[in-house]
């Protein structure tokens, strides 16, 4: 399995031909792109940096076979208009999509502030082996081998990312929504989840457009 790196959150996974898509949103400049060549779009939570809905909109206008998973807060508004291409999920849920095996995990997004509702917010381990959080730090109850490490954003925390990473005990670490966060803070980040300093596994910066096997 082939996994491409996009702008901050989003993903490309590619498999025997076919394509899956998680996170396209506002902050990637090729989502139009990357939905067009995808079979089906993950959606982890309906803020704007993970989900253009105009965009995901068009392309279920566009394309009868495209299929959208995500939580009944993103899919839910076009349920009735796009039965059978949209999919609302949940944790616990499991299903195969594109020959991808998906398990759901997780209920929230992380918190940013009291003040600040907390959205529901979903998780997809991919083949048993990738794990894309979305904006959580939801430790699954299954070994992860390879976990999509968010890096910058309102709700991230230096401390609680390196403790996230301790329990999830994956063998290797690729850094995700990193759009806040210049090459400094990226390096400095990555020393932080280093074996030189807090973690047992390094933290790859894979630059967008790049693909790496996992």
Known sequence: MQLT????ACVTFTKGGARIAVDPGAFTPDAAEVVAGAEAVLITHEHFDHFDEELVAKA??????????????VVGRWTEARRGQVVAVAAGD???????????????H?????????????GYLVDGHVYHPGDA??????????????TSGPWTKVGEAVDYVRE????????????MLGPLGQQS????????????VPLEIVPPGETIEV
């Open 189 to 200: 980040m990555a020393r932080f989840l280093s074996p030189d300093m807090l973690t047992d």
């Open 60 to 73: 279920l206008e566009a394309r009868p076979e495209l299929r959208v998973y995500g939580p009944a807060s």
């Open 94 to 108: 499991a299903f195969n999509v594109a020959g991808f095996d998906l398990t759901v995990l997780g209920d929230l």
């Open 168 to 179: 999830v005990a994956p063998a290797r670490l690729v850094q995700i929504h990193e759009a």
């Open 137 to 150: 730090y939801h430790v699954p109850e299954v070994p992860v081998g390879v976990l999509l490490l968010p």
């Open 5 to 8: 790196k996009h702008a901050h």
């Open 110 to 122: 992380a918190s940013i502030h009291r003040d600040i509702p907390q959205v529901a917010n979903v």
